[in-house]
């Protein structure tokens, strides 16, 4: 059983940036691919991020290409989310999430969630 728990988000202005952290516990990280989902008021739950589990290929949703980037340290159970430039179109609770041994970017793909990090950007 993987547990994870998230943090490092906040309210913040349009074009700031803020640094999301994910603290995994139980099972084995390494061997799991890792993500960071998204979801606003009244929408689906999106991908945002993945990266494979060695963390040398990464995956970007659209909208964050060039903006976002996730990283991990298997040594320290930690998956980060650094996020630049930020818009108010990015508000959302920030979820992580442990996959499989590949990457996918439905949420069936994953097995353990957090418990979610509210991101607020304001205009």
């Known amino acids: 059983q993987v547990h994870l728990v998230e943090s490092g988000g906040g309210l913040v202005q349009a074009g700031d940036s803020l640094r999301l952290s994910c603290l995994a516990s139980?099972?084995?990280?390494?061997?799991?691919?890792m993500g960071w989902f998204r979801q606003a008021p009244g929408k689906e739950r999106e991908f945002v991020a993945a990266i494979t589990t060695t963390g040398t290929v990464t995956y970007y949703a659209d909208p964050v290409k060039g903006r976002f980037r996730i990283s991990r340290d298997n040594a320290k159970s930690t998956v980060l989310l650094q996020m630049n430039s930020l818009k108010p179109e990015d508000t959302a609770v920030y979820y992580c999430?442990?996959?499989?041994?590949?990457?996918?970017?439905?949420?069936?793909?994953?097995?353990?969630w957090g418990q979610g990090t509210q991101v607020t950007v304001s205009s």
């Open positions: 999430a442990a996959g499989r041994t590949t990457v996918g970017r439905s949420t069936d793909w994953y097995d353990y």
């Open positions: 139980g099972g084995t990280l390494s061997s799991r691919v």
